[in-house]
T-cell receptor
Framework: SQKIEQNSEALNIQEGKTATLTCNYT??????LQWYRQDPGRGPVFLLL?????KEKRKERLKVTFDTTLKQSLFHITASQPADSATYLC???????????FGTGTQLKVEL | DVKVTQSSRYLVKRTGEKVFLECVQD?????MFWYRQDPGLGLRLIYF???????EKGDIPEGYSVSREKKERFSLILESASTNQTSMYLC?????????????FGPGTRLTVL
């Protein structure tokens, strides 16, 4: 069955450093992969989408890579700030009807 | 900006009650989704709909039903609430496949079943 793995342990980093989050998947050949941010008690918010034929995507301080051979995506936040503290979810698609399959998320804490 | 609203942020119900969770989106999206989110299990798809009066089962439809009478509104129904349905419920919408694949989420409803 399809499986998406994100590190369940929280990632703690210092302000100004680069945070790197990992999303691994098995038994899946996604056409694209998305990353979402979720703050406590709120719904996820879309950040970035990367397609299977793209190696890397950037948006401001965010960078996503997608390696379909390794079946892995890396999500980087450069010059991290305390405001970046949140849970980050990866999602693979599409399933039928534009469905997404979500990972369980990794909590990021950026400390002063 | 896309806006997805859910009828309640917090809801407390008793076992056996019928529960309605409402979701409304204002972007004329064809696709709408209901998820539940539990610690350690992530987002799990309950039902989705790609058109008015159309519905498809997701990964965990048991104990739930849905209704989509109008394009902008997607309702989740717990026919007889049970304690194991205590969870955060999230609604999302998205445009048709091939246009953009982003899902837009509502703020969530935290349901407690006593």
């Amino acid at each position: 069955s399809q499986k998406i793995e994100q590190n369940s342990e929280a990632l703690n980093i210092q302000e100004g450093k680069t945070a790197t989050l990992t999303c691994n998947y098995t038994n899946y050949s996604p056409a694209y992969l998305q990353w979402y941010r979720q703050d406590p008690g709120r719904g996820p918010v879309f950040l970035l989408l990367i397609r299977e034929n793209e190696k890397e995507k950037r948006k401001e301080r965010l960078k996503v890579t997608f390696d379909t051979t390794l079946k892995q995506s890396l999500f980087h936040i450069t010059a991290s700030q305390p405001a970046d503290s949140a849970t980050y979810l990866c999602a693979l698609g599409p399933g039928g009807g534009n469905k997404l399959t979500f990972g369980t998320g990794t909590q990021l804490k950026v400390e002063l | 900006d896309v806006k997805v609203t859910q009828s309640s942020r917090y809801l407390v119900k008793r076992t056996g009650e019928k529960v309605f969770l409402e979701c409304v989106q204002d972007m004329d999206h064809e696709n709408m989704f209901w998820y539940r989110q539990d610690p350690g299990l992530g987002l799990r798809l309950i039902y989705f709909s790609y058109d008015v009066k159309m519905k498809e089962k997701g990964d965990i439809p048991e104990g739930y039903s849905v209704s989509r009478e109008k394009k902008e509104r997607f309702s989740l129904i717990l026919e007889s609430a049970s304690t194991n349905q205590t969870s955060m419920y999230l609604c999302a919408s998205s445009p048709p496949s091939g246009i953009t694949d982003t899902q837009y989420f509502g703020p969530g409803t935290r349901l407690t079943v006593l």
